[in-house]
């Protein structure tokens, strides 16, 4: 792939892997600098292999947030907060990307790494078939709003009397904090701003995918939003949101047909860490890693207060294989979250290997974008908001309780499970 610039949408990156390798990789470059300190100065020097290299960086933009669409033709842009760079991917750059100083002794950048798609993870899919997937609607120009992914996807909305199974399970139906004061970040596919369910809290919203608002034209992440931050007394309905009262950021990183990039995603974390929102929900995911970049923007997140949680992946068919946790949840630095059934068994589909904590994943029912308002669905994507939505009141119940310290607190508290730690983790997750 070539002339491919910051702002080129990921449909027609897909595309183009597709009519190409059919891999995972966008043909972009991300560079991870060495020292968390590195200045600015250094890391565009670092970059600048010749007088006509153009380098954007994120601290050009208010509170962190990068508008591809206003890059231009710049040749790189520089996530300050995360301590990255992402190339444009157009042939020359490429060039310059390739002469790159990597790994020695004098040189301020650590890696060099492909940039690869993520998707949403919703339903028990490897991420073959997500990528099939969201070619396949590209090319068929389906109208947003359908499931990106087949498989275990559940449409029944029989409901608990007070609160969902999730709720119970974790004991946020019963405590005593609602993640007032907390922000709480949700990368996904964005919110249905015109849910009346949410209307009335603060939210605030940003899309990092070209070309679309945050408005959520997937369903997936108004379902995420609803899990982790949803009402405590929706009219007519059972309990289904953990963190009620907590103030939500919504970072569209995913396309409304539930596909995005790397870029994208570090540029919603970016986003995120210089809002310094405590905790970032991501239920999204691609193949390969661990890499270096999602690691360090782990780290930095950490290092500002910032705890990330991201899914596990579903590509598993159990018992016969059990396949690897995806990035960026496979990163030490992040928080990653496996899906139970309501036997608190694991969910055939969670992937194994890498895993801290899980969480309620299989017929879980949320918030979806109007008409429907409601649906039940299942993934480790629906198991991540209630590791974050805990995660919000955990915080809440102490200002100690951040980065690191969160990520142990959290740990520290989950339910003990008679099952391997490469499963399940801690365990479940458990509200204060």
């Known amino acids: 792939m070539s002339d491919l610039s910051l702002a080129t949408p990921v449909e027609t990156l897909l595309t183009l892997a597709a009519e190409s390798n059919g891999d995972f990789f966008t043909g972009r470059q991300i560079i991870t600098f060495r020292n968390r300190d590195t200045s600015q100065a250094d890391r565009i020097g670092s970059l600048s292999v010749s007088d006509a290299t153009r380098v954007a960086s994120s601290s050009d933009f208010a509170e962190g947030l990068v508008d591809f669409n206003a890059l231009g033709d710049a040749d790189y842009v520089v996530f300050d907060e995360l301590n990255i760079a992402v190339s444009s991917g157009r042939q020359e750059v490429a060039s310059q990307v390739s002469s790159l100083s990597v790994n020695a002794a004098e040189s301020s950048i650590l890696a060099v790494e492909p940039e690869i798609f993520v998707f949403s993870l919703q339903g028990a899919a490897e991420y073959l078939r997500g990528f099939s997937a969201a070619v396949e609607r590209i090319r068929q120009d389906l109208a947003p709003g359908g499931a990106l992914q087949p498989g275990a996807e559940f449409e029944d909305n029989a409901a608990l009397a007070a609160a969902t199974w999730g ?22 596919t964005g919110l249905d701003m015109n849910h009346p369910d949410f209307r009335g809290r603060p939210i605030v919203s940003q899309s990092f995918v070209t070309g679309q608002p945050p408005q959520d034209g997937n369903r997936h992440g108004t379902h995420c939003t609803g899990t982790s931050c949803g009402p405590k007394s929706p009219p007519g309905q059972p309990r289904y949101g953990i963190a009620h009262e907590a103030r939500i950021f919504i970072g569209k990183v995913l396309s409304n047909s539930g596909s995005g990039t790397s870029a994208g995603v570090l540029a919603g974390m ?24 999602y690691t360090q923007a782990g780290q930095a997140a950490l290092n500002a207060g910032c705890l990330i949680i991201a899914a596990a992946g579903n590509a598993s068919r159990r018992p016969a ?39 309620p994943g299989v017929d879980v029912f949320s918030s979806v974008p109007m008409p429907v308002r409601y649906s039940t669905l299942t993934g480790t994507s629906m198991a991540t908001p209630h590791v974050a939505g805990c995660a919000a009141l955990l915080a809440q119940s102490n200002p100690a309780f951040r980065g690191t310290a969160l990520r142990a607190a959290l740990l520290r508290s989950a339910r003990r499970l008679p099952l391997p730690a490469s499963d399940v983790g801690a365990g479940l997750v458990q509200a204060p």
Do not use: E, H
């Open 167 to 188: 709720l119970i399970a974790t004991r946020a139906a019963s405590s005593a904090f609602s993640g007032r004061g907390i922000k709480v970040a949700i990368l996904d």
């Open 270 to 293: 970016n986003w995120a860490v210089a809002n310094r929102c405590d905790v970032i929900s991501m239920s999204l995911g691609g193949a390969g890693g661990p890499f270096a970049y």
């Open 321 to 359: 294989t059990i396949a690897p946790t995806g990035a960026p949840a496979n990163s030490p630095t992040i928080v990653s979250v496996a899906a139970l059934t309501q036997a608190l068994a694991v969910a055939p589909f969670s992937c194994g290997g890498k895993v801290d904590i899980a969480g």
